[in-house]
């Protein structure tokens, strides 16, 4: 069971957390002290060494005063957020003018955070083209709706037109034409009707053992065993909006133990009263310990070695994102159970899937 206290604030959730800016900045810290030390001491280039200190001396200052100031748990806001990161770009610019500018080959620190936005920002668009290709499906029923009624008027106008003007020389052939268009144009709103009455189940809402079928089936033909292992399930089947996010997200984590497992991967779901919940396990070597708490952050893959799956951690940050602003809670660790490497849990609160205004994109609502 999973004792679930209170639903979680969905649009706190999608700010920036003011943690992960200070251990970047540590992070960067540390490696500006080290090149500038190996360069102008270890390879004897000449480098305005106290400017250069000056200015990372400047990055731990704020990184103090955030620390002191805020807990860690705090998360900013779009405009303080906007401001920390201009500083730490203003920051970065002035050791890059210092150390040679463009020729300096840390330069191409500069685009990190663009590939990131870019990265994010194209995934959403195309979920956003799936879902605006779903709302035709809706908008297809309204209009055929809509015209129903003045085509039926037409058609029997028409009709009664053809019976009075049929043998008329100059407009019997056209009345004719204008009443075989008609009946064409009532039988493509039909059409219309009969293709979203059909699609609305498989497009709009799905059962839950759908959505694990779906995340799944895209990644059995690469060699590794795909388990499904359904677990507890208490009340009825969640049966829940076609959410294209969740979707990609539970699909790349599927993706991403397929790419590390040696043989197999166990995908197990269970639902009740409290929340619904996924799990995939893999029998992989597992997270490295020492990277565990940061999995999700951009450009921190997941495992080490020199297995086919390794990557610069940027589809694992986007499907953690996605899935977050759903309502879910992720959990990142290793298996206690021999032959079991890494494990993945997802769970969403059952008040999300009573309350689907409760966040911008919730999966479940309960049938």
């Not at 940050?317 to 759903?326: D, H, N, P, V, Y």
Request: proline share 7%.
């Amino acid at each position: 069971m999973i004792n679930i206290l209170r639903a979680p604030d969905f649009q706190q959730s999608q700010r920036l957390r003011l943690n992960t800016l200070i251990r970047l900045r540590w992070l960067a810290i540390v490696g500006q002290s080290l090149a500038v030390i190996v360069v102008a001491y270890g390879l004897k280039f000449p480098l305005p060494v106290s400017p250069c200190f000056a200015l990372i001396a400047c990055s731990a200052w704020m990184n103090l005063l955030l620390t002191f100031r805020y807990p860690a748990a705090h998360r900013l806001t779009p405009l303080p957020a906007f401001a920390i990161l201009t500083i730490d770009s203003l920051q970065l610019a002035g050791l890059l003018y210092l150390t040679g500018g463009l020729t300096n080959p840390f330069s191409v620190l500069v685009t990190v955070p663009v590939v990131i936005a870019n990265a994010l920002a194209a995934t959403e668009l195309v979920l956003q083209r799936e879902q605006h290709l779903s709302a035709l499906d809706g908008l297809a029923a309204a209009a055929a709706h809509e015209l129903g009624t003045p085509l039926a008027t037409i058609t029997l106008v028409a009709k009664e037109m053809e019976k009075a003007l049929r043998n008329d020389p100059k407009y019997g052939e056209d009345v004719t034409l204008l009443r075989s268009q008609s009946e064409r144009c009532r039988e493509i709103l039909m059409r219309l009707t009969s293709l979203s009455s059909e699609g609305e189940a498989h497009l709009s809402r799905m059962p839950l053992t759908s959505l694990v079928e779906e995340m799944t089936a895209p990644h059995r033909d690469f060699g590794i065993s795909i388990k499904l292992r359904p677990g507890e399930r208490i009340g009825p089947e969640p049966v829940g909006r076609r959410n294209p996010g969740v979707i990609y997200g539970l699909g790349n984590l599927v993706e991403n133990a397929v790419d590390f497992a040696r043989k197999s991967v166990t995908v197990r779901w269970s639902w009740n009263e409290a929340a619904v919940t996924f799990s995939i396990t893999d029998d992989g070597p597992g997270f490295p310990p020492e990277i565990i708490d940061r999995i999700g952050e951009p450009y921190m893959s997941t495992r080490q070695g020199t297995e086919a799956g390794g990557g610069l951690g940027l589809g694992l940050f986007i499907a953690k994102t996605l899935l977050e602003r759903s309502g879910a809670t992720l959990d990142f660790r290793n298996s206690n159970e021999p032959g079991e490497g890494a494990v993945v849990q997802i769970s969403w609160p059952r008040s999300v899937f009573l309350n689907p205004e409760s966040a911008s994109a919730t999966m479940f609502d309960t049938a």
